[in-house]
């Protein structure tokens, strides 16, 4: 039907045209935001490209338990007070990470055994680990001597906080982010230095500050996402995050990274180099994983590789609370000292008990090589001779030095300082030959072992308690090239 009253044709046509621009969005390519308040600056977010996911709702897998802010409980039954939701478990978990490794030791923290939901408990203080094993791919080895010590330190970090800010994430997500690192700062216990890093296809140093009010300012110079929006560079942020770290000797440098997406626009492809780069300089990595859109793989090797720590959270209630254990995680933790068993080794496993008997489990992929293990030979008091379980530990020994027939031993025994120096250093001897026989009885070839006794002279920990004094009655292997 022909409209002839052009006043009316006039009307029909806004109507119509107003119809359109309510049902067709103004950026199809853009994040979903709400409308923003009309008293409030609209706010500029770059076009979000197609291949990044976007995923207005979070989704949560069935079954999920959110993690808390965290807590120690003395007594695992006390949790049903603070959180009617939470039933103690009968395993816990904990976490290695921020290794060190020197030529004899490996120094490793500990997290307290914890349920991930913000609940922490303490080791049993006699024998908190009744296992350690060093794996590989052929053989698996114990760790039967180490120092498990508990400890509470508030020296200050320089944190560099790396937020992905790409268009998957969203405005609404964004904020929440920037609030939850606002909140777990500050109600930090220790004042940490903080860098911060935002990006998307670009990279946004932000500032730097040790100053709370200051970096409250940092946070919020951009809100949300507010000039980002585009692809994702995990690559370059890390790469950022750790020139951000450079020269500050006065913090240990540590590096927190959250994304929830896939590497999909980094100038700098050696993911590799990178990471090489973070080894060198010492700095840890911890990774956060958000949603099922993240990639996990990636970032748990990132974690992995530095030795630092994976999360995988689904739901934007859990920024906060992830933080506050992130930051908890570095002042309370227990240290661990032992000296390896196995000179290859692929990942490190603990089982332990808290302090009310419940039973603990963690692990850590430690992939490497030591040039010096202690045996786990335990001879009886005042004897030289290897029983059948001393046996089995040298002949793992034989078959390492068969399948890699470049190499060299030598066998050096330690005592206690228990009896005369002259005595020990008689005893320490006839050990260390003892292994080398069972060496060659093995099929080694005697020229490439040689035995060594150092008596007390060369004590691994004070000889003040016995657990001490066992751990200075060793055998100690080192590796050489022929």
Not at 261 to 284: C, F, L, R, T
Not at 291 to 311: P, Y
Not at 341 to 360: M, P, Q
Request: aromatic residues 10%; hydrophobic residues 35%.
């Amino acid at each position: 039907m022909l409209i002839r009253n052009k006043g009316l044709f006039f009307v029909v046509c806004l109507i119509i045209f107003q119809g359109c621009a309510f049902i067709m969005p103004r950026n199809p390519g853009g994040p979903v935001i709400e409308s923003p308040n009309p008293t409030t600056q609209q706010l500029s977010f770059k076009t979000r490209p197609a291949i990044e996911p976007f995923d207005p709702v979070d989704r949560t897998p069935k079954g999920y338990s959110n993690l808390t802010a965290p807590k120690i409980i003395a007594n695992p039954l006390a949790a049903l007070k603070i959180d009617t939701t939470f039933i103690p478990k009968i395993e816990y978990n904990t976490a290695a990470y921020y290794i060190k490794k020197i030529k004899k030791e490996i120094n490793i923290r500990l997290s307290y055994p914890t349920d991930w939901k913000g609940n922490y408990y303490k080791f049993r203080k006699s024998v908190p680990l009744s296992k350690i094993e060093m794996i590989n791919e052929k053989d698996t080895c114990y760790i039967a001597k180490y120092t498990l010590t508990e400890v509470d330190d508030k020296r200050p970090y320089h944190i560099s906080m790396v937020l992905d800010h790409s268009g998957s994430m969203g405005h609404d997500r964004c904020v929440d982010l920037q609030d939850a690192v606002s909140m777990a700062i500050k109600e930090s216990e220790t004042k940490n230095k903080i860098s911060l890093i935002k990006f998307d296809s670009e990279i946004s140093f932000e500032g730097k500050s040790k100053d709370s009010a200051e970096i409250q300012k940092i946070l919020y110079q951009k809100t949300g996402m507010e000039g980002f929006g585009g692809a994702t560079s995990i690559y370059d942020a890390l790469n950022m995050s750790l020139d951000s770290l450079k020269g500050d000797t006065a913090h240990r440098p540590l590096v927190i990274l959250f994304s929830d997406g896939y590497e999909n626009s980094s100038k700098v492809q050696d993911i590799k180099g990178v990471v090489a780069k973070a080894k060198a300089m010492n700095v840890p990595v911890f990774t956060i994983a958000f949603g099922g859109g993240a990639d996990e793989q990636l970032l748990k090797g990132i974690a992995n590789e530095t030795n630092g720590l994976f999360f995988l959270i689904y739901d934007r209630s859990e920024f906060k609370d992830l933080l506050n254990n992130e930051l908890f995680l570095l002042n309370h933790y227990y240290d661990l000292r032992l000296l390896p068993c196995s000179f290859d080794y692929d990942k490190i496993r603990f089982e332990g008990f808290t302090d009310k008997g419940n039973r603990v489990t963690g692990e850590k992929f430690m992939k490497g090589l030591q040039e010096t293990l202690a045996m786990n030979l335990n001879f009886d008091f005042d004897k030289t001779n290897l029983n059948a379980k001393n046996l089995e530990e040298v002949k793992k020994i034989a078959n390492y030095l068969k399948s890699n027939s470049d190499n060299n031993i030598i066998i050096t025994g330690h005592t206690d300082n228990a009896g005369t120096s002259d005595y020990n250093l008689d005893l320490s001897i006839k050990r260390a030959e003892a292994v080398k026989r069972a060496l060659v009885n093995f099929g080694i070839d005697q020229k490439r072992v040689q035995a060594f006794g150092r008596g007390e002279s060369m004590p691994y920990v004070p000889n003040d308690t016995e657990e001490n004094r066992s751990r200075n009655r060793r055998i100690e292997i080192e590796l050489v090239k022929k």
